[in-house]
């Protein structure tokens, strides 16, 4: 488990700070209590009693929307390539329109009918098990990479610290699973209080302390933009002229996508009232800024002269090689704990989809809210199991792929999810076929460029590259239309009496 070279100092302090969450991961039970029966109802164990206020809702939304993987990825990403990886800037400003403007008639949708998910919501509209059902898979579905990726931007901090092997891995995944079983979503939304305080303190650190370690913004600007004209290809300080459409197509995207995922919609339905829900629209904008300084640390690690055999190690080398073991070993924790959160909304966004849209309809339509609180606490358990055993058997690039698909992929539940809540043109039929070749298209797409985010169409001679979700999301719209035209037949003519 041991490579020799653990660096006792920060293991010590990431170790305080995660037995420091993991307390109050088991108390958090008691916390924010609805009903007597706390654990006794999917609602209180799967939305928290659908009792979190502006605050609550602002860290929980935060931390399972800006994960540990965000944190690692997004500077690994700035260090391969440059101003791409900035593209998580303008995803992050675009979603939260779209969340004023969408989450707070969801919410009024779910509220008013008692759903707990967004598949419960799709059915209520359309009364179509089918369409329900597809809904349902491809959430689960594209979650559970998602999960996996967690373990890796966990995986990736505790190598830092000297450990190797399986086994601290598995031991930190255990103690969550068996927190979040106990206390529901109040736990990752108390720790998140942690986790996200944690994050603000070292990244505004690491923004004022790492220039002046390296000479200023300007000697971090000037080695990068060195670094990257050595690299050459589409890598760059700014954008290539090639870049800007699938850079602008791929924030869209993303950001239309992002809160079709179960786990952020957990954190809507969890919410008090749709009131909460705009004042968060306004204010998460807060943490993209913390984003791209986040993001910073790409470009200042080639200031520190940093050479990494793997692009993820680049924000825990950064540390390891510029801060005292005691604040790497806090940073370290930070992201690990980055990884706690967003893990646990993931499982239980997934757990209550499996409950709600397979076990309830398909195997017990009698069970009881107590039946379904305890199927979806056994479910949480297996989902985490089955992430773990995805990062441990199957190689690191394999989970990121998955996850690319699953964004794919969870885009086109979009039109049957949103639509309905603005207009009842489209039926059941139209948005499930939609669906269907959505999935499809966007799949072979993906696969067809070797499991990359973007595709290249040529037009007229013409060549333009696009996100691929947002391609298949194009067609999905258009067969939805196509079909519900033909379904509802011709538009009869008035004749003018003679």
Do not use: C
């Not at 990752?188 to 303190?201: E, G, N, R, S, T």
């Not at 070993?329 to 849209?357: C, D, H, K, Y």
């Not at 305890?374 to 792929?401: C, H």
């Amino acid at each position: 488990m041991m490579d020799g070279h653990i660096n006792w100092t920060a293991l010590s302090v990431f170790i305080f700070f995660f037995a420091l969450v993991t307390v109050m991961g088991f108390l958090a039970s008691r916390w924010q209590s609805g009903k007597a029966n706390k654990g006794a109802h999917l609602d209180e164990w799967g939305l928290g009693g659908r009792n979190f206020g502006t605050w609550i809702t602002w860290f929980l939304v935060g931390g399972d929307f800006y994960t540990a993987y965000t944190v690692i990825a997004v500077p690994a990403l700035v260090y391969a390539v440059g101003a791409y990886g900035f593209f998580a800037l303008p995803y992050t400003i675009l979603v939260y329109p779209i969340v004023f403007l969408v989450m707070p008639k969801l919410w009024h949708a779910a509220q008013k009918a008692g759903h707990v998910t967004a598949a419960d919501v799709v059915y209520g509209r359309y009364s179509s098990r089918p369409l329900e059902f597809a809904i349902a898979i491809t959430g689960v579905v594209a979650t559970m990479p998602y999960i996996a990726l967690q373990l890796v931007g966990m995986e990736v901090v505790i190598k830092a610290l000297g450990l190797t092997g399986e086994l601290p891995l598995a031991a930190a995944f255990v103690i969550l699973a068996l927190y979040t079983y106990s206390a529901g979503l109040r736990a990752p939304a108390l720790i998140a209080f942690v986790k996200d305080l944690m994050i603000y303190i070292v990244v505004i650190v690491a923004v004022v302390l790492v220039p002046m370690k390296l000479g200023g913004y300007g000697v971090v600007f000037a080695k990068a933009g060195e670094a990257f004209a050595a690299k050459g290809g589409n890598t760059g300080l700014t954008l290539k002229d090639a870049q800007i459409l699938p850079f602008a197509t791929l924030a869209l995207g993303s950001a239309m996508a992002a809160f079709m995922y179960p786990h952020t919609l957990t954190g809507i339905f969890a919410a008090r009232s749709a009131d909460t829900i705009r004042k968060n629209a306004v204010f998460l904008p807060a943490y993209t800024i913390l984003l791209g300084l986040i993001a910073l640390l790409g470009f200042m690690a080639y200031a520190a002269n940093l050479t990494v055999k793997n692009n993820n190690d680049v924000v825990p080398a950064l540390f390891n090689a510029l801060f005292p073991s005691w604040f790497s070993g806090f940073a370290f924790a930070a992201i690990a704990i980055g990884a706690l959160v967003p893990a646990a909304v993931m499982s239980i966004g997934a757990a209550n989809l499996f409950t709600r849209n397979f076990w309830k309809p398909y195997v017990n339509p009698a069970v009881t809210p107590a039946g379904e609180a305890k199927v979806a606490k056994l479910v949480s358990l297996v989902v985490k199991i089955g992430a773990l055993v995805f990062i441990l058997f199957l190689p690191t690039k394999f989970a990121l792929d998955l996850q690319l698909l699953g964004g794919v992929w969870i885009l086109q539940t979009f039109p049957s999810v949103v639509f309905g809540l603005f207009f009842g043109w489209f039926g059941a039929r139209a948005l499930l076929s939609g669906w269907a070749v959505g999935i499809v298209a966007g799949s072979w797409l993906a696969f067809s460029d070797g499991i990359k985010p973007i595709h290249t169409l040529v037009i007229g001679g013409d060549s333009y590259t696009a996100y691929t979700g947002l391609l298949a999301l194009l067609l999905n719209i258009a067969v939805a239309v196509l079909v519900q035209l033909v379904a509802a037949g011709p538009v009869p003519v008035r004749r003018k009496p003679a």
